[in-house]
């Protein structure tokens, strides 16, 4: 079973950026494409940006494009996300996500498809 923790969150200004960073343990790494959710207060869990096992396939949700930016490292087991132009709406616990699938083809972005997860890291953007 794989094992993620997070780290990187904090509080930033509107404008400013984050760097979110996700340690993965337990399977191989270089075999499952990984993802980024994000929940806000009172909102559903969302698709923030996924990567695909080999870093070929890449995807982000509207909200994010332009702005946030995916990476892996598969000799490192990491997965990063970089967060630019920070809102006050990209407010939210942002949880890395383990894909179930081996070697899937594109970008997986149901949260019931992934079957790893780590604990949160919050993320606030003041006004």
């Known amino acids: 079973q794989v094992q993620l923790v997070e780290s990187g969150g904090g509080l930033v200004q509107a404008g400013g950026s984050l760097r979110l960073s996700c340690a993965a343990s337990?399977?191989?790494?270089?075999?499952?494409?990984m993802g980024w959710f994000r929940q806000a207060p009172g909102k559903e869990r969302e698709f923030v940006a996924g990567i695909s096992w080999n870093g070929v396939w890449i995807y982000y949700a509207d909200s994010v494009k332009g702005r946030f930016t995916i990476s892996r490292d598969n000799a490192k087991n990491t997965v990063d996300l970089q967060m630019n132009s920070l809102k006050p709406e990209d407010t939210a616990v942002y949880y890395c996500a383990a894909d179930a699938l081996r070697w899937r083809v594109g970008v997986e972005r149901q949260m019931h498809e992934y079957n790893g997860w780590g604990q949160g890291t919050q993320v606030t953007v003041s006004s």
């Open positions: 337990g399977r191989t790494f270089s075999n499952y494409g």
